[in-house]
């Protein structure tokens, strides 16, 4: 099979891995990981919505919103998933938040203020 195998191999596993380190706290493997692929797979919808939970992890809310505002289509995503919602709200309430607490007032605030857009929006449920 050779090297298309491994490469595709190597996508997979990333896919994976990266919201595994996050979901461990390991912000900086995850961004080496997502560093690691080819610029053509980084650029995919899944990568970029993986590069803003890392940035997001990291800190940078401000960049991850960035990528956000750049637009991507993640084209695996399953409908009714709502990854893009979870990362959305957590980048517009830190954001909201200025560096302090996320607070039920903050998370409130950031909601009312920053929906999330329509071309984010795979909810199989009433929204709210």
Known sequence: MGRPYWKHFHTALAR???????AAGR??????VLEALRPSVRDRGRF???QAQVLLAQGDAQAARAVFDARFEVDD???G????ERTWYAVVEQL?????PVTEDVRARARAAHP???RYD???RPHG
Do not use: K, N, S, V
Request: aromatic share 2%.
């Open 96 to 100: 909201m938040a200025g560096g302090g």
């Open 122 to 124: 795979y909810r199989m």
């Open 27 to 32: 912000a900086g493997d995850a961004a080496a």
């Open 77 to 79: 995503l399953r409908e």
């Open 48 to 50: 970029r919505l993986l």
């Open 116 to 118: 999330l857009p329509r």
């Open 81 to 84: 998933e709502e990854t893009l």
């Open 16 to 22: 994976e891995a990266i919201p595994a380190l996050l």
